[in-house]
């Protein structure tokens, strides 16, 4: 394990932290990345899983409301039960049930999660939205300053060379852990479908967490979370919005429409093509 500088494919350096040949973020404490399969899983942990760029943030907050019974306005942030982020012993101080979160696939995850039956919430959003989305992210992390250009990060991030590696890989795991384990309870969300009816999707992941709300609720829950209004919010009351100033960035599906060129859109659709040949996973890359 090690501190590396990767560079895009212009030369412009990414930090980030090595282990067993994966590239994560540069956390200045990385015990969390090393030892995350060994956190203590208990029978009622709810895990929120997905790629970086999927809409964690936003799906957190609303299991956490759907889980309290009432709107937040706190600035507790995501990072709190974020396994690769959070220090091992404030995970474990939490009270249940504990809502945690992650980026790692689930084969390198504390095996318990499965054994206990653990309910997971699986978030998948379009790769060339995520691409976007992360470089834009790491542009604006004030303690990385990457200046890289987009055309010399997006088929490297696409390759899986920066933090995370590749979302092909990530997102065939899954579905391949999904399928070894039919057991395990897990909810699909696309980021897409919750873009086109955030109330149709709320009211699955109500139903998935046992809270049962009752409409009115979900309905003032789609408004209080909507991307203006979370975005508001964060603003008013986080602490980690101005180490993180790109996370809520537009919101919207389609946006890689303004940065991918007609060469890499095709290139992207070439390679999309062949890994994803096999799978039925249904991606949409807009919604009209
Ligand atoms: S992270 O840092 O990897 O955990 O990021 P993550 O939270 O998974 O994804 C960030 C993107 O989600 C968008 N976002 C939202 N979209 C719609 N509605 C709401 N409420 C919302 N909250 C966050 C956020 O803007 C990032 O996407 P982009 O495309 O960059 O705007």
């Known amino acids: 394990m090690s501190r590396v500088k990767v560079l895009d494919a212009g030369g412009d350096a990414l930090p980030m932290f090595q282990h067993q040949g994966q590239n994560y973020p540069n956390y ?13 899983i208990r029978d009622d942990d709810i895990f929120i899983c997905g790629f970086p760029k999927s809409g964690t943030h936003w799906v957190w907050e609303v299991s956490r409301m759907l889980l309290a019974g009432h709107q937040l306005d706190d600035a507790v942030e995501k990072g709190v039960g974020m396994m690769e982020y959070a220090p ?5 101080a939490m009270s249940s049930p504990r809502l945690l979160n992650t980026h790692f696939k689930l084969s390198l995850l504390p095996p318990d999660i499965v054994k206990k039956r653990c309910k997971i919430v699986y978030l998948l959003r379009n790769p060339k939205d995520v691409a976007v989305s992360y470089y834009n992210f790491m542009l ?4 990385y300053t990457y200046r890289g250009k987009w055309e010399n990060f997006m088929k490297y991030h696409v390759l899986g060379k920066f933090s995370y590696g590749s979302w092909f ?16 309870p ?25 809270t ?12 209080h979370t909507s991307f ?13 919005h101005g180490a993180f100033p790109g996370l809520y960035r537009k919101g ?7 940065w991918f060129s007609p060469e890499q859109n095709e290139w992207f659709d070439t390679y999309y093509r062949e890994r994803m040949e096999g799978s039925d996973l249904n991606i949409r890359f807009s919604l009209s």
């Not at 030892?35 to 203590?40: A, G, M, Q």
């Not at 604006?140 to 303690?143: A, D, F, R, S, V």
């Not at 203006?228 to 980690?240: E, H, L, P, V, Y």
């Not at 919207?252 to 303004?258: A, F, L, R």
Request: hydrophobic share 35%; net charge negative.
């Open 140 to 143: 604006k992390l004030p303690y």
């Open 186 to 210: 897990v909810l699909t969300l696309h980021y897409e479908d919750m873009k086109e009816n955030n109330l149709r999707e709320l009211r699955k992941l109500d139903r998935f967490l046992g």
């Open 252 to 258: 919207i599906v389609g946006d890689w429409k303004y």
């Open 169 to 184: 890989d990530f997102v065939l795991d899954w579905e391949e852990e999904k399928l070894k384990h039919p057991e395990l």
């Open 228 to 240: 203006t209004g979370m975005n508001q919010r964060k603003a008013r009351t986080s602490s980690d």
């Open 212 to 223: 049962d709300r009752g409409e009115g609720f979900l309905s003032a829950l789609c408004e």
């Open 28 to 40: 200045a404490q990385t015990d969390s990345i090393v030892n995350i399969h060994k956190v203590p």
């Open 88 to 92: 091992h012993d404030a995970i474990q």
